[in-house]
């Protein structure tokens, strides 16, 4: 009779941990598995950009001006503002310092301004941005006395705002496609996006440097010496696809979408915006085809076929 028992219990403690089993393998394992076969995706509309991480170095056409003695600091211009040549800028201990030609007044300055100059950035190489990391204590920006200056004290600056540079460097796989004359966006760490022109590309060892030019203020860009940024090359909306789902028809390029009312696929011709390799950005619900004909196209939430090989494609009307 106990024996009986014993045996009726191992069985119940089996039978316990082989639900469980299933259990887990129902939650767990099966939705992966099932993953790993399944044959479409949706397509939704989104933003495709092709864009490439960088470290940077700013250059500016800067020029600090010091108090020639000891007083207080009156401003007469707020932080960066425009001003005409001979715009009175500050007065020191009585004295008042006027500008000696046409840019932005900044009270910040690092004392790199006549170091890295648009005269000399060609010289610029991936050791100088590594140095000054290295030395970013030294050469942390400060702010200019706005109560009272002593004698040879930055008091403030007048930058050049009709061109400044981003000085980058990418790694050489990341570098293709960033053309002298070419436009770009740059997107700052705070989000800031601004558009600005390659002005030079070359190889530098492992890395590109590639050089920005930009004509457009940034509140911050008197600020910063060394960041890191987002170089968009390109990007563009619309229907975003595997690239790998995308085939040919007799010339045309498309997918196979699934009917929803059998369990078929459909060729449906596309027109491809921009590809990065892995996804392509296409028209949404119709486009001009090369003769001058609007044709229908995918639209959003359409079930796409992820192989294109094994489609069947649905002949006449369903």
């Known amino acids: ?12 403690i089996l039978a316990y941990v082989v639900f469980f089993a299933a259990l887990y393998v129902i939650i767990y394992i099966v939705p992966q598995v099932s993953g790993i076969f399944l044959k479409t995706y949706t397509a939704e509309y989104g933003l495709l950009e092709i864009s490439a991480d960088s470290s940077f170095v700013v250059v500016r056409d800067e020029t600090v001006y010091t108090a020639d003695s000891s007083g207080a600091v009156t401003r007469a211009a707020s932080q960066g503002e425009l001003m005409l040549k001979d715009s009175h800028i500050a007065t020191v201990g009585g004295t008042q310092y006027h500008s000696e030609q046409q840019g932005i007044v900044s009270y910040y300055y690092d004392g790199l301004e006549a170091v890295y100059t648009p005269d ?4 610029m190489s991936y050791s100088t941005l590594k140095k000054l990391k290295k030395e970013a204590d030294q050469y942390e920006v400060k702010e200019c006395e706005d109560k009272s200056a002593a004698s040879g004290t930055p008091v403030y600056k007048i930058i050049d705002n009709k061109q400044w540079y981003l000085v980058c460097w990418l790694e050489a796989d990341d570098a293709e496609g960033y053309d002298p004359g070419k436009n770009i966006t740059t997107e700052f760490s705070d989000g800031t996006q601004l558009k600005m022109k390659v002005v030079n590309n070359d ?10 030019s930009c004509d457009r203020y940034y ?12 170089l ?9 696809l595997y690239s790998d789902s995308i085939t040919e028809e007799n010339g045309v390029k498309g997918v196979y ?10 060729f449906v011709p596309v027109k491809i915006l921009l590809s990065d390799g892995e996804k392509t950005v296409v028209e949404k619900d119709y486009f001009t085809n090369d003769a001058g004909q609007k044709t229908a196209t995918v639209e959003n939430y359409d079930e796409i076929l992820k ?6 494609e649905t002949k006449g009307s369903e």
């Open 1 to 12: 009779m106990m024996k009986t028992k014993k045996n009726r219990l191992k069985v119940m």
């Open 120 to 123: 000399n950035m060609q010289t």
């Open 203 to 212: 190889v530098q060892g492992e890395k590109n440097r590639v050089i920005l």
């Open 219 to 230: 509140e911050k860009f008197d600020r910063i010496r060394t960041g890191t940024c987002r």
């Open 232 to 240: 968009i090359r390109a990007s563009r909306n619309g229907i975003i």
């Open 257 to 266: 979408v699934m009917s929803k009312r059998v369990d078929r696929a459909t």
């Open 307 to 312: 192989k294109p090989d094994t489609a069947q």
